[in-house]
């Protein structure tokens, strides 16, 4: 079955500090991956999605397919940055996004 | 403002009682999905529609139905409402053939 790890559920940094918030799949094929954050509770909003291979808010990931990883990294992180943050592949039909259990990143001064 | 619009945006029911939850795609949507979102098992995909038609089931219990009308709103009604029903149904959309959501800011129920 496709599914996606987040080993972490918990994540704290202090500012400054680099953040790696750990995302592991299991699709056979190439998945189309994704990050999304949601801040206190609210709607989530897309982060990043591999195929574009941007920078939003100075946070990358990269897709690893010998490791069928996409982390997500911020070299600094800033107390703003503080949310839940959940990695979402489509399932095999390609018809539902199915998410990770989330990691909440907790940055403190 | 996403586009996606869901109401009520909290609800507090009794066990046994039925509530419906309702969502507006973003325009020119055609699909809508619905996710709950409890703390121990994270986003929990329900059931997507598409143009009308029912076109994906995930982890949705049989007291729960949905339906999406012409105007391509959707429902999600919830019926013989438990404790454990009590979470964060999100509902999302997106355009033909993609999986990049617009999500609503969520309907919070509780259950008492």
């Known amino acids: 079955a496709q599914r996606v790890t987040q080993p972490e559920k918990l994540l704290s940094v202090f500012k400054g500090a680099p953040v790696e918030l750990k995302c592991n799949y299991s699709?056979?094929?190439?998945?189309?991956l994704f990050w999304y954050v949601q801040y206190s509770r609210q709607r989530l909003q897309l982060l990043l999605r591999?195929?574009s291979r941007e920078s939003i808010k100075g946070f990358t990931a990269d897709l690893n397919k010998g490791e069928t990883s996409f982390h997500l990294k911020k070299p600094f992180a800033q107390e703003e940055d503080s949310a839940m943050y959940y990695c979402?592949?489509?399932?095999?039909?390609?018809?539902?996004?199915?998410f990770g259990k989330g990691t909440t990143l907790s940055v403190s001064s | 403002d996403s586009g996606v619009t869901q109401t009520p945006k909290h609800l507090i029911t009794a066990t046994g009682q039925r509530v419906t939850l309702r969502c507006s795609p973003r325009?020119?949507?055609?699909?809508v999905y619905w996710y709950q979102q409890s703390l121990d098992q994270g986003l929990q995909f329900l059931i997507q529609?598409?143009?009308?038609?029912?076109?994906a089931k995930g982890n949705i219990l049989e007291r729960f139905s949905a339906q999406q009308f012409p105007d391509l709103h959707s429902e999600l009604n919830l019926s013989s409402l438990e404790l454990g029903d009590s979470a964060l149904y999100f509902c999302?959309?997106?355009?033909?053939?993609?999986?990049?959501?617009?999500f609503g800011s969520g309907t919070r129920l509780t259950v008492v």
């Open positions: 529609y598409y143009n009308g038609e029912e076109r």
């Open positions: 591999h195929i």
């Open positions: 979402a592949h489509p399932d095999q039909a390609g018809t539902a996004l199915i």
């Open positions: 325009s020119g949507d055609l699909s």
């Open positions: 699709y056979s094929g190439s998945p189309e």
């Open positions: 999302a959309s997106s355009g033909l053939q993609e999986v990049r959501y617009t």
